[in-house]
C-alpha cells in the first residue's frame, strides 16, 4: 500500500485547497466533521473518518507505528434501517466497539513485538514521530482481545446495573418502601459507582497514560474542527475536552437511564431481595438499547450546536466528567493523535478525488 509523503502527511491539502475548503476554515463542525472521532488505546490513538480508519502507536522503542486502513462495511452496516434516528444509536456504539477490538490487538501487538523492544542496555533517547507501517505478524489472538471485551462487559452490567439495584433494594430496611424512592437511589447509585470506578481507575499509571492519550485524541479532533492546520504548536492550544466524547455520552445515558427508570414499575419479589434485583436488572436490560439510541441523538444534537450556550450548559455534567477520563498529554503523544487523524484525513481525500490519485490507502504517514 502506498505512503503518503511528509508534505501530504502534514498538509492533507496544500493551502490553497485548504483556503478554499470549508472544512479547514469553519469554526463550528459540519455534518463531516460530526462523522470524525476517535479513541484513546494502550500508548496510541485510534482516529476514524467517514471512510477510513488509522491507529497510531508508540512503540517501546520510541518509533511512531501507524495502520490506516479502509472502513469496510458489514452486512449490519449495510442496514438503512439501522440507521434511522433513535436506531443508529445501537449501532454506532457497536461500530465503535468493533473498531476499538481492532485498534486494541494492533496496539498490544505493538508493544509485545520483539522488533518494537529496546535492546538490553540501550535508552530510548529522542522519540522518532516519523510514522511507519507495521512490521510485524500479529501475536495477541482475537480471542484473547474477544474474551478481554466480553469479560469487561459482563463486568460493567453488574457493577453498574445489577448491583446498585440490589444495595437500593437494601434501604427498604431502613424504611424505604416508595418504588420512585427506590428507583431514584439506583440511580444515583449508578452515578457515584461510574464516577467512583473512573476515579480509582485513574491512580493507576498505565490508566493515566491512557487518560493522556485521550486527551491528545480531543486535542487533535479539536484542531480539525477550529479548522486549524494539524501541527503540534496549534494542538496543544487547544481544550482536552470534547462534547462528543464517549465520556460524555455515559453521562447523558446515565441522565436518560435516571428519568426513564425512576418513574417505571418494577417487579417486586416479596420472598427473596436477590431475585428481586435480577428482576429489575432483567426489566431495565432491554432498554438499554433505547437509552443508547436516544442519549446518542442527544450528543449528536451537542455536536452540531456547540455555538450554543444552552447547549453547552446542558452539556456541562458530561464535560466536567472528561476531566477524570482525560489527562493533559505530553507532545510525544499529540504527535502520534496528530499522525493517525491526519492518515484518515488523507485517505478520504484521496478516496473523493479518485484512484488515479492514488486512493488505495495510506499505510503509513509522516509527520
Not at 476514524?48 to 502507536?57: A, D, I, L
Not at 444552552?310 to 504527535?335: A, C
Amino acid at each position: 500500500m502506498p505512503q503518503l509523503s511528509p508534505e501530504q502527511a502534514s498538509n492533507p491539502r496544500n493551502s490553497s485547497e485548504r483556503s478554499e475548503d470549508p472544512r479547514y476554515n469553519s469554526s463550528v463542525p459540519n455534518s463531516e466533521y460530526l462523522q470524525i472521532g476517535g479513541q484513546a488505546i494502550i500508548e496510541g490513538v485510534m482516529m476514524r473518518s467517514p471512510k477510513h480508519f488509522s491507529v497510531g502507536v508508540r512503540a517501546p522503542n520510541g518509533e511512531l507505528v501507524l495502520q490506516c486502513e479502509p472502513l469496510e462495511k458489514t452486512w449490519i452496516g449495510r442496514q438503512r434501517w439501522l440507521k434511522l434516528p433513535f436506531l443508529r444509536g445501537t449501532w454506532a456504539l457497536l461500530d465503535a466497539l468493533t473498531l476499538g477490538y481492532k485498534a486494541l490487538r494492533f496496539a498490544g501487538n505493538i508493544q509485545l513485538a520483539p522488533e518494537y523492544q529496546l535492546n538490553e542496555g540501550e535508552s530510548k533517547g529522542e522519540l522518532d514521530n516519523t510514522p511507519i507501517p507495521p512490521k510485524h505478524n500479529e501475536t495477541i489472538g482475537a480471542i484473547q482481545v474477544g474474551m478481554a471485551l466480553v469479560v469487561g462487559l459482563l463486568m460493567g452490567l453488574f457493577l453498574f446495573n445489577y448491583l446498585p439495584n440490589f444495595l437500593a433494594i437494601q434501604a427498604k430496611s431502613a424504611g424505604v418502601e416508595n418504588p420512585i424512592q427506590i428507583n431514584f437511589i439506583t440511580e444515583v447509585l449508578k452515578v457515584i459507582f461510574f464516577l467512583g470506578y473512573i476515579y480509582l481507575i485513574s491512580l493507576m499509571p498505565d490508566i493515566k497514560r491512557l487518560f493522556q492519550y485521550h486527551g491528545a485524541e480531543h486535542k487533535a479532533i479539536n484542531t480539525l474542527e477550529a479548522g486549524q492546520e494539524l501541527t503540534l504548536e496549534n494542538c496543544r492550544k487547544q481544550t482536552r475536552l470534547h462534547p462528543r466524547c464517549g465520556t460524555s455520552f455515559a453521562i447523558v445515558v446515565l441522565i436518560v437511564s435516571m428519568i426513564l427508570f425512576t418513574f417505571m414499575p418494577k417487579p417486586e419479589i416479596e420472598s427473596s431481595r436477590i431475585l428481586t434485583s435480577i428482576a429489575r436488572f432483567l426489566v431495565e436490560l432491554p432498554l438499554l438499547p433505547l437509552i443508547a439510541g436516544i442519549s446518542f441523538e442527544v450528543i449528536r444534537f451537542a455536536g452540531k450546536m456547540r455555538s450554543s450556550k444552552l447547549i453547552n450548559l446542558l452539556l456541562w455534567p458530561g464535560l466536567m466528567s472528561q476531566y477524570l477520563t482525560t489527562r493533559v498529554p505530553d507532545d510525544s503523544m499529540i504527535e502520534v493523535a496528530l499522525a493517525a487523524l491526519r492518515a484518515v484525513v488523507e485517505a478520504d481525500a484521496q478516496a473523493e478525488s479518485g484512484p488515479d490519485s492514488g486512493s488505495g490507502l495510506a499505510a503509513a504517514a509522516a509527520g
